[in-house]
């Protein structure tokens, strides 16, 4: 069973930042289904980098289309991206040093920040923007 299921309810009105929030929640659940399967831990931190990869992907996105349309919260958007990518590289290392392992608690903050961000920043930016014709 999927920890994350997308409902409209996630949708900011565009097009294509809805479409890569899919993949978002996609990849979380194949974390979380790969740690549930007990897969081993080559397997877990493939998936979890592959996460980590589109998520800084997504920002970009995300960080170009403020920019373009000159989206006035942009540096308080920016900033929560770029916490969270300290957070994600941070348990990376602990990862990578063997000091942590992938467990409920990093799908536990994924799930929460990730569904909590696109709730509050991104809806706030998706109303705002098509406010000026972006879908």
Do not use: C
């Amino acid at each position: 069973m999927a920890l994350i299921s997308w409902s409209d309810a996630f949708s900011t009105g565009i097009t294509e930042q809805d479409e890569q929030h899919k993949n978002l929640i996609y990849l979380i659940n194949r974390l979380n289904n790969s740690i549930e399967e007990g897969k081993d831990a080559e397997v877990l931190e493939a998936v979890l980098a592959q996460l980590v990869d589109y998520t800084i992907y997504h920002f970009g996105y995300e960080e170009r289309l403020m920019k373009r349309h000159g989206y006035a919260d942009t540096p308080a958007h920016k900033s929560e991206h770029e916490k969270f990518v300290e957070t994600v590289y941070d348990f990376k290392r602990k990862l990578d040093s063997g000091s942590a392992v992938i467990s409920i608690q990093i799908i536990n903050f994924l799930r929460m920040w990730v569904t909590g961000h696109i709730m509050k920043t991104d809806k706030k930016m998706g109303l705002e923007l098509s406010k000026v014709g972006v879908k």
